[in-house]
Antibody, heavy 121, light 113 residues
């Protein structure tokens, strides 16, 4: 069964850091680009970042550029999101999502259930 | 960035009736190299992640009921539910993947009248 399971969400103070993980199973992880998408409470979807299958290219939303870093370990079938300098507007459910292609971010055909990040003092 | 605008924000439709959701992009998402629209639709039910319904503007994902259909080209797109069922109550999002950053519409909430 194709599956994505996120972890690492927590409550953190403004200015703090957090590292999210997404464990993939049921497919050849290295053959797909991967993404993080977030959803603030009661709001719509926002694409945060993407990384190519080989890890050789990344892209970020302007709202997180310079603060967040996406990475992957293809030997461990795991996607990561390092989040630094967290702000209140980073509060959201963070979804890990598989792109339909190796190189391009395209549409997202498999989604995890999400992990919750709350930034609050 | 390509801005995606959905309308209406919400709609209530009787069971068995048609629901129509519109999505407009601030610039064309039609690639002239292959004449394909880089537009997708998702369905999200409360407490669940989004589910892929349609990609390339009109290709239904495997397992999606054929009452869901996508149409449009360039900057104007439509998701149609031909005969609304109770299980279709959800929020629907369009998303462009023509360029990064990938961007979503604001969502349309579909309810039963």
């Amino acid at each position: 069964e194709v599956q994505l399971v996120e972890s690492g969400g927590a409550m953190v103070q403004p200015g703090g850091s957090l590292r999210l993980s997404c464990a993939a199973s049921g497919f050849t992880f290295s053959s797909y680009a991967m993404n993080w998408v977030r959803q603030a409470p009661g709001k719509g979807l926002e694409w945060v970042s993407g990384i190519r299958g080989g890890g050789d290219g990344t892209s970020y939303a302007d709202s997180v550029k310079g603060r967040f870093t996406i990475s992957r370990d293809n030997s461990e079938n795991t996607l990561f999101l390092q989040m630094n300098s967290l702000r209140g507007d980073d509060t959201a459910v963070y979804f890990c999502a598989r792109s339909s292609d190796l190189q391009y971010y395209y549409y997202m055909d498999v989604w995890g259930k999400g992990t919750t990040v709350t930034v609050s003092s | 960035d390509i801005v995606m605008t959905q309308s209406p924000d919400s709609l209530a439709v009787s069971l068995g009736e048609r629901a129509t959701i519109n999505c407009k992009s601030s610039q064309s998402v039609l690639a002239t190299s292959n004449n394909v629209n880089y537009l997708t639709w998702y369905q999200q039910k409360p407490g669940q992640p989004p589910k892929l319904l349609i990609h390339w503007a009109s290709t239904r994902e495997f397992g999606v009921p054929d009452r869901f259909s996508g149409s449009g080209s360039g900057t104007d797109f439509t998701l149609t539910i031909s005969s609304l069922q109770a299980e279709d109550v959800a929020v629907y999002y369009c998303q462009q993947y023509y360029s990064t950053p990938l961007t979503f519409g604001g969502g349309t909430r579909v309810e039963i009248k």
